[in-house]
């Protein structure tokens, strides 16, 4: 059978998904938009994290992108009509108008209505990153280029973070004249303390694996090569692990910054109760006992 010449062949999906493993694998298929997000995209990201929360057979998730970006910010142009998930600021991060003047799907209304960009931003970057927060798996970022904008906080906001040497993170808000959005603000003081976080957001300077590694930012660079290998091993690893506890320590750890010692220690006790109830739990202390290695099953 002769091939298909290129211009009659169907188009590559835009976002690849796959489950082996107990592993969710999220890949963004934009390379020549340098994986820049869009609109549907952004939607089908948020229910396979959902999914897999909900899915005992999932126990970790990768996300990573093809070619030369990771994630090069937003890119809505697919919005839907009504535009209620979209933002200035993405819209500027992608190269859209903010000017006032009719984006490409949405209609013609009136005069923009006060609060339309505070709601459009809770519906939109702030759901989207609070989805990779709120996933019961651990969520991995597998960085292979350029991670700009809500990229960059699409990685941050991963519980581990893996990148390519060649990777770059860019607050890309400020050469738009934008106050950072998707959890920026929240996500990076966290990560590398006040000054440092303003020093990126003030500047908007490209920070290379290596600077970001050095920040904190990043768990691990490595060779482009060596990218997809070191996910999938640290995924496995997750994927064998007590499941329900790391869910409940991801809890716990994302929650410390935002309390005080009393509360931060209570839930502490609370979520080993609930462990307790695991099968893994109960599995753990008795491989302990018995001196065997655990054979935890994710429940």
């Known amino acids: 059978m002769p091939p298909v010449p290129p211009s009659t ?3 590559a999906p835009d976002l690849l998904h796959s489950v082996e493993n107990g592993v969710s694998r999220i890949v963004l298929n934009r390379p020549e938009a340098m994986n820049a997000v869009t609109w549907d995209q952004r939607e089908r990201i948020v229910a396979l994290l959902d999914a897999a929360s909900a899915d005992p057979a999932v126990r970790a998730v990768v996300i990573t992108g093809t070619g030369r970006g990771f994630c090069a910010g937003a890119d809505l142009r697919g919005a839907p009509a009504t535009g209620s998930r979209t933002t200035a600021g993405e819209r500027a991060t992608a190269g859209e108008r903010t000017t006032g003047e009719p984006v490409a799907g949405e209609p013609v209304a009136g005069e923009p209505v006060a609060g339309d960009v505070s709601r459009t931003i809770r519906r939109g970057a702030q759901r989207f990153i609070g989805a990779v927060l709120d996933c019961e798996k651990p ?4 960085v292979n280029g350029t991670a700009a904008g809500i990229g960059a906080h699409l990685a941050f906001a991963c519980d581990l973070v893996l990148a390519a040497e060649q990777a770059r993170f860019i607050e ?3 050469r738009r004249g934008l106050v950072p959005d998707g959890g920026g603000a929240y996500l990076l003081p966290r990560l590398i303390g006040p000054q440092r976080a303003k020093e990126l957001m ?3 300077d490209a920070v290379s694996a290596a600077d970001a590694h050095g920040m904190g930012l990043v768990n691990r660079v490595v060779a482009a090569e060596e990218l997809d290998r070191t996910a999938r091993e640290w995924s ?3 994927a ?5 506890a790391l869910a409940l320590t991801k809890q716990l750890v994302n929650a410390s910054l935002d309390t005080d010692r ?3 220690f209570a839930a502490e006790a609370v979520a ?6 695991t099968r893994d739990a109960r599995e753990g202390v008795a491989s302990f006992l018995e001196r065997r290695g655990a054979r935890y099953e994710g429940r």
Do not use: D, K, S
């Open 9 to 11: 062949r169907p188009p």
């Open 139 to 142: 969520v991995i970022a597998a």
């Open 172 to 174: 890309v808000f400020v």
């Open 202 to 204: 003030f500047f908007g």
């Open 236 to 238: 496995q690893r997750l």
């Open 240 to 244: 064998q692990g007590p499941t329900r």
């Open 262 to 264: 009393a509360t931060a």
């Open 272 to 277: 080993q109760e609930l462990n307790m109830t």
